[in-house]
Every structure is written in structure tokens, then in C-alpha cells.
Nanobody, 134 residues
Framework: QVTLVESGGGSVQAGGSLSLSCESS????????MGWFRQAPGKGREGIAL????????YYADSVKGRFAVAQDNDKNTLYLQMDNLEPEDTAMYYC???????????????????????????WGKGTLVTISS
């Protein structure tokens, strides 16, 4: 069983920055990929960033490209999401997730930016809330 714990959420004004962390109870180097997802009130879950943990290759949804950056630290078993130039539309609960096989990673990459029940990752955290005011 893998436990993922997100932290770093909070409330900031538009144009500000936040840095999220996701600490894993097991070695992140054993995952195939990890990712960040978000769900705004009344909307489906949206995939926003994913990283292949061995190669370090990253993928982003168009909605966050150029503003968000995903990174990993396998020594600390932690995934990060640096969020800059935040917009009120970024208000959501943010989740990290881990996948131990390739199938979930490939399908999630293909759906990045889409809202819905598309993301078949093995383990999910409980989320951290991000609120952006205008």
C-alpha cells in the first residue's frame, strides 16, 4: 500500500505563486510515472502535469503550460509542483498520484487537460486546496 500526502496549498492573489509537495510512503523511483491533477468545484478531475520518474520527461496540460513545473526528488521520495502566475481559474483541490505500470501513464498523458474520470493511476493522495483570488 502506498500513501501519498500533499501539502503546500493555500490562498493567494492572482499573479502569485505556490509550491505544492507530495510525499510518498515508498520509493518514488519505483513508480513508472507520477502526476498532478486538480478538481474545481462542480467539475471533473483534470490532469495537469505528469512526469516519467526514471527519465524525468514531463508533460503538461495546455491550461498550465509555461506557468507550472513538475519535478521530483527521489532521495526525498517527493513530487513537487511549482505554480507561478496563478489565475482564479486555478482554484481547485490538487491531488498527486502514482502509477506503477505504463498503461495508466500513457492514457493519462493522452487525456491531460480533459476533465472527467479518465485518469487510471494506482494511488492517489487526499488533496490540498488552492484558492486564487482576483
Amino acid at each position: 500500500q502506498v500513501t501519498l500526502v500533499e501539502s503546500g496549498g493555500g490562498s493567494v492573489q492572482a499573479g502569485g505563486s505556490l509550491s505544492l509537495s507530495c510525499e510518498s510512503s515508498t520509493y518514488t523511483s519505483n513508480t513508472y510515472c507520477m502526476g498532478w491533477f486538480r478538481q474545481a468545484p462542480g467539475k471533473g478531475r483534470e490532469g495537469i502535469a505528469l512526469i516519467y520518474t526514471t527519465e524525468g520527461i514531463t508533460y503538461y496540460a495546455d491550461s498550465v503550460k509555461g506557468r507550472f513545473a513538475v519535478a521530483q526528488d527521489n532521495d526525498k521520495n517527493t513530487l513537487y509542483l511549482q505554480m507561478d502566475n496563478l489565475e482564479p481559474e486555478d482554484t481547485a483541490m490538487y491531488y498527486c498520484a502514482a502509477e506503477y505500470s505504463g498503461r495508466g501513464c500513457m492514457s493519462s498523458i493522452q487525456k491531460l487537460g480533459a476533465r472527467g474520470d479518465y485518469y487510471n493511476m494506482d494511488y492517489w493522495g487526499k488533496g490540498t486546496l488552492v484558492t486564487i483570488s482576483s
